[in-house]
């Protein structure tokens, strides 16, 4: 079994910055990707971000030039830098993982618990 930990969201004034992370623990023998979703009031839970384990990353739209996520191999963590907030990014964010516990097993999804993010004058 695999646990995702997350921490960073807060209030923020439009313009300013959050970095979120996301730690996972437990069973992880190999990452096949690792993403930050978000859902707003109301809203669909979409995709934010995703890196997968060749690094290679996408954003949605609305968040490119702004946001960037990243990952620290050592510590099985996963970062959103968030810059240049807008309201309309205020949302419960959360970290999804694909993981396998051991070689040729089958890969596994696994969400945070989520952490919110409010942009707010």
């Known amino acids: 079994q695999v646990q995702l930990v997350e921490s960073g969201g807060g209030l923020v004034q439009p313009g300013g910055s959050l970095r979120l992370s996301c730690a996972a623990s437990?069973?992880?023998?190999?990452?096949?990707?690792e993403a930050w979703y978000r859902q707003a009031p109301g809203k669909q839970r979409g995709l934010v971000a995703v890196?997968?384990?060749?690094?290679?990353?996408d954003y949605a739209d609305s968040v490119k030039g702004r946001f960037t996520i990243s990952r620290d191999n050592t510590k099985n963590t996963v970062y959103l830098q968030m810059n240049n907030l807008k309201p309309e990014d205020t949302a419960v964010y959360y970290c999804?993982?694909?993981?396998?516990?051991?070689?040729?097993?089958?890969?596994?999804?696994?969400w945070g618990q989520g952490t919110q993010g409010t942009v707010s004058s």
């Open positions: 437990g069973s992880i023998f190999s990452i096949y990707a």
């Open positions: 999804h993982l694909v993981s396998r516990p051991e070689y040729g097993s089958n890969w596994s999804d696994y």
């Open positions: 890196i997968t384990r060749g690094s290679s990353t």
